[in-house]
């Protein structure tokens, strides 16, 4: 028998009948809702999009009501589609709740929708992604690695994986491990330019950085912020590493990528004095009352991965810094 439910929507149900309504229809509206269109919806969900379009007519159908306004960019809620838009989320939300609570132990199910990023993501998450696919074979894993801040919400992602410092936000947010951090530089550079020893002194160097950010360094206890300037910039830490080693400047990098070139001598630690402030790498997922089971397992598989790898969860560098 397919799942169904039907949802309290006040007077919009009343005016069209008890109808049931497809939980897939449900879920295929409410991606069309929040990605603007059936394309990217289609995409989110895996499906043709021919499949999308008549899940949506069905759906309108049904109910008799126009939810969805189709224009030449994709297709805007209408005013009745906005209404009963949240009420659909939240009851494809106690689906897959309720399917959850009664899957045998252990077992996953369903679609997982992850942002990971560039650096780190496709050598050190990547890995624990596919042991998690391996243990779940009914369980379907979209990751779309980027460097790029996603909106998890409007871009349908169940949950992002994010390292650094978290900016102020409504996401819940679980640590997962640690992140250190090392400023450093070739053997070459530093041959041609100097080592510098102190913030003011960075400033005088050639940054290889992301954009505009600005390096957390730490004084003791007291945490120094640092603006440095540079004319090579990439949007992903394994191009500062080659920007590095090629000794066209100093960069400020996560030891998960360096460690093999701060073993071998290719890059040199600087600003030892002054060392990274420690970050995190954190689960992020949208607002709400309760983590999916899929959302809590993941988060527990990347705790263990972090705890196990020595350079991701123990600075390499000669400075002591908090063990996880």
Request: with cysteine; proline share 7%.
């Amino acid at each position: 028998m397919p799942d169904t439910v039907v949802p309290s929507c006040g007077e919009l149900c009343h005016e069209t009948g008890n109808v049931q309504l497809d939980i897939e229809a449900l879920r295929t509206f409410v991606e069309v809702a929040d990605a603007g269109g059936v394309s990217p919806a289609a995409l989110r969900l895996g499906v043709a999009k021919s499949i999308v379009s008549r899940r949506l007519a069905r759906l309108e159908a049904e109910l008799g009501i126009q939810l969805l306004a189709r224009t030449t960019r994709g297709a805007a809620l209408t005013e009745a589609g906005a209404t009963f838009r949240d009420h659909a989320a939240r009851a494809c939300a106690e689906i897959d709740l309720a399917r959850e609570a009664i899957l045998p132990a252990g077992e996953l199910r369903g679609r997982l929708r992850i942002a990971a990023p560039v650096s780190l993501g496709p050598t050190h998450l990547a890995p624990v992604l596919a042991e998690m696919a391996r243990r779940h074979p009914a369980l379907h894993i979209q990751t779309c690695y980027s460097d790029r801040i996603v909106d998890l919400v409007a871009d349908g992602y169940d949950c992002a994986i994010r390292l650094g410092h978290l900016p102020d936000s409504n996401l819940l947010a679980r640590c997962v491990g640690p992140i250190y951090g090392t400023v450093v530089a070739s053997p070459a550079y530093i041959e041609a330019h100097g080592a510098p020893q102190t913030p003011d002194e960075l400033l005088g160097h050639q940054a290889l950085m992301q954009g505009t950010e600005a390096w957390q360094l730490m004084d003791g206890d007291r945490v120094i912020t640092v603006r440095p300037q540079g004319r090579f910039k990439a949007d992903n830490g394994a191009a500062l590493v080659a920007a590095a080693l090629a000794g066209l400047g100093i960069a400020y990098l996560p030891d998960g990528l360096i460690h093999e070139h701060l073993a071998s001598g290719a890059l040199v630690p600087v600003m030892t004095r002054h060392p990274v402030r420690p970050a995190g790498a954190y689960v992020v997922r949208p607002p709400g009352q309760h983590p999916s089971r899929k959302v809590r397992v993941l988060t527990e598989m990347l705790i263990e991965c972090f705890a196990q790898v020595p350079h991701l969860a123990v600075s390499v560098s000669a400075t002591k810094k908090p063990a996880w």
